[in-house]
């Protein structure tokens, strides 16, 4: 059980260039999040996928596209990268995102940094 | 507003309690009190949950204030390995996703 897995682990790109993060949970889960941590400060939400076949917006969303590819896996897409994305990139799951007792459980993070 | 106010830092001694306190005096009925924390570079690590009641688990405690405009998180022994940056969320209606504030970052001292 390997929880949330995301991909590529580290990445070095050139402003303008295009890279989509990948992530995967397999824990059944419905919901699925994309989050940026700049150094020194908290998580910032990005987009989020509340089931399978929706996506919507969080704190931050431009410059970034997202795909509910199906259940098990969310990808973040960078278009045209610009140096202020350059970030930690958490992907996080849980069961749902309606109130109740929802724990969010996270990736192990993607270190991006655009040149 | 949906956030949270905890001190920067806080220092521990090895073996004693850490005792980390949150304000979330605007929260709402329904909003859940959430604590998580983050050991550099890794992802966040869920600690403990609760609405009303004092809760506790293998990790550690939580306290809410009858009135719910606080909480303290409690790590009975604190260890080196609980050095990390903590976080207090409120977290209530689907669509008012998780958000993390600065966290503090508790130091435990030999």
């Known amino acids: 059980n390997a929880g949330v897995t995301q991909t590529p682990k580290f990445q070095v790109l050139k402003t303008g260039q295009s890279m989509t993060l990948q992530c995967a949970q397999d824990m059944n889960h419905n919901s699925m999040y994309w989050y940026r941590q700049d150094p020194g400060m908290g998580l910032r939400l990005i987009y989020y996928s509340a089931s399978e076949g929706t996506t919507d917006k969080g704190e931050v969303p431009n410059g970034y596209n997202v795909s509910r590819l199906n259940k098990r896996e969310f990808s973040l897409r960078l278009e045209s990268a610009a140096p202020s994305q350059t970030s930690v990139y958490f992907c996080?799951?849980?069961?749902?995102?309606?109130?109740?007792?929802?724990?969010?459980?996270f990736g192990e993070g993607s270190w991006l940094t655009v040149v | 507003d949906a956030k949270t106010t905890q001190p920067t830092s806080m220092d521990c001694a090895e073996g004693r309690a850490a005792n980390l306190p949150c304000n979330h005096s605007t929260i709402s009925g329904n909003e859940y009190v959430y604590w998580y924390r983050q050991i550099h570079s890794q992802g966040p690590q869920y600690i403990i949950h609760g609405l009303k009641n004092n809760e506790t688990n293998e990790m550690a405690s939580l306290i809410i204030t009858e009135d719910r405009k606080s909480s303290t998180l409690i790590l009975p022994h604190a260890t080196l390995r609980d050095t990390a940056v903590y976080y207090c969320i409120r977290h209530g209606n689907a669509g008012n996703m998780l958000t993390f504030g600065g966290g503090t970052r508790l130091m435990v001292k030999p």
């Open positions: 996080a799951s849980s069961l749902q995102t309606a109130v109740g007792g929802n724990t969010i459980y």
